[in-house]
């Protein structure tokens, strides 16, 4: 068959009707979250279909809508395999920048009960460093004078405003992304927006509103180009939005909805294989600094090493010690682990699912935004190291593999696209200090990422390991502290 002779729609099912507004459709969610909804409404029934909003571009909607918002799931086996499902639970997508009033409507309807994200760590708008909510940021600047807002905060309130003056309950905020505490971050950036323009519309959503930590996990590498042409040939219809993901997912859900709906305030998560828990904290700790912390360490200094991707990066001896030395003598240490669960195995079965070779999780792709993700996946657990007078130079030297990063320039001397929010002005700040120890105070004073007392405590042992990158490389320098 043609690569393009038939392409994805629905069985024919009745499908549900939208119980669910889901901001940022990305790949993540598309291969984690709507596979739980799914699974819960074809096991025990409900109303629970899921209406997609883009916040940035069209592309999700352009490649979904010739296929009725129908998607292919492909799950990479370790053995080579793969397994293939087509997913049906998404109704439709917006795009918030050519109709911010449509997804408005759709937010506000009495049958949306909940309200999940992947917008990623910056689609927060907030202070990495501090959770406030920054109200510099031009998106926060425009979403307060205008009706029609563009960031999900601005979305968040006004929604809830009028679900409020309609008489309407609010809808539970379920975040699905990667911070500490993700619920109470989500939760005071929607108070902090809310409180500035409408008091009693804060209180009323302070009283009301319900927002639950969640920890999800399941390793989802972009869908290229190439991927979509071999899958068309391989599964006999052309899909222009699969996405591809590991075969491990998890997620930990704190069982807080908004409670005007009952027993019909959330899909039947538990049947589907989530954990629904009264704290997330010790699950959150687990994977943020286990999984995402490490991801991140072996992403900057496995790229500047010369590795395309995790797997390939714990291939190489040297990083495969690295990361089981930092899991063992530095993440493990620095958190109480959730009653039962036993954190040696859980690294012993992250370097599994590290070691997938049909994973290709590019160490680019996980580098991007790192002002953004150090703080909560790595900055954390050095703080907690220090103050118990734990020395963690793996980590440390994470920091520097950071720094020496977004100066832009890899060891072969080539230019690094690096993708985050203040990419410019860290190259700049880079650029302009003269040797290492310059360099990495420069980056130190970026309040954004570094509080100022954690910054003096970095000084010394940031300055040695950057140091340490600069004249051996990131390879050579991790060979230093094993």
């Known amino acids: 068959m043609p690569a393009d002779a038939q392409r994805l ?25 709507a596979i739980y909804v799914e699974d819960a409404v074809r096991i025990s029934g409900g109303d629970w279909g899921i209406i997609g909003v883009s916040l940035q571009s069209p592309g999700t909607r352009d490649r ?35 109709s911010p ?24 708008c907030h202070d990495p460093a501090t959770g406030a909510l920054n109200f510099d940021h031009p998106d926060i600047i425009h979403d307060l004078e205008a009706a029609l807002p563009r960031s999900a905060p601005g979305f968040l309130v006004r929604a809830l405003q009028r679900r409020r003056n309609a008489g309407h309950p609010p809808f539970t905020v379920l975040t699905c992304d990667n911070l500490p505490e993700n619920g109470k971050r989500v939760r005071r950036a929607v108070l902090d927006f809310a409180r500035k323009f409408d008091p009693s519309l804060a209180d009323w959503i302070a009283t009301e509103g319900r927002f639950p930590s969640t920890m999800v996990d399941r390793i989802t590498p ?20 699969p996405v591809l993901c590991e075969p491990f997912r998890q997620w930990v859900v704190e069982d807080d909805f908004v409670s005007a709906y009952g027993t019909d305030a959330r899909p039947d998560l538990a049947a589907a294989g989530a954990e629904l828990v009264a704290d997330v904290t010790a699950y959150e700790n687990m994977k943020l600094r286990m ?22 990066t714990v291939a190489d001896p040297v990083f495969a010690a690295y990361v089981k ?51 909560q996946r790595i900055l954390a657990t050095i703080a907690d190291n220090l103050a118990a007078g734990r020395k963690c130079p793996g980590l440390m030297l994470a920091v520097a593999g950071w720094m020496r990063y977004v100066a832009g320039i890899d060891e072969k001397g080539q230019p690094i696209d690096v993708k985050d929010p203040l990419a410019q002005r860290l190259r700049g700040l880079s650029d302009a200090a003269g040797t290492p120890e ?27 390991a950057y140091g340490s990158i600069c004249e051996l490389g990131a390879r050579k320098a991790i060979g230093e502290i094993l």
């Open 325 to 375: 030395r930092v899991w063992r003598e530095e993440i493990m240490p620095s958190f109480a682990p959730a009653e039962g669960v036993d954190l040696g195995a859980y690294a012993d079965a992250l370097f599994e699912r590290y070691s997938n070779p049909a994973i290709k999780h590019r160490t680019w792709q996980i580098a991007m935004d790192g002002s953004q993700k150090l703080p």
């Open 64 to 98: 979904l809508a010739p296929q009725d918002s129908v998607y292919t799931v492909v799950t990479q086996n370790p053995d080579g395999g793969e397994t293939f499902r087509k997913v049906e639970i998404v109704q439709d997508v917006l795009v918030a920048p050519e």
């Open 101 to 124: 009033e449509a997804v408005l409507a759709a937010m506000s309807n009495p049958a949306i009960r909940i309200v999940t994200l992947t917008v990623t760590e910056k689609g927060y």
């Open 438 to 464: 310059q360099k990495v105070a420069a980056l130190l004073a970026v309040r954004e990422v570094f509080s100022a007392g954690l910054a003096v405590q970095l000084s010394a042992p940031v300055t040695e």
């Open 222 to 241: 972009a869908t290229r180009p190439e991927d979509i042409d071999r899958l068309a040939q391989k599964i006999g219809y052309r899909d222009e939005a």
């Open 9 to 33: 729609g629905r069985s024919g099912a009745i499908p549900p009707r939208p119980g669910i507004v889901h901001l940022g459709l990305g790949a993540f969610f598309r291969a984690f979250g």
């Open 291 to 312: 999984l995402n912390g490490t991801h991140s360490s072996l992403a900057y200094l496995g790229y500047l090493a010369g590795h395309e991707s995790i797997a390939e």
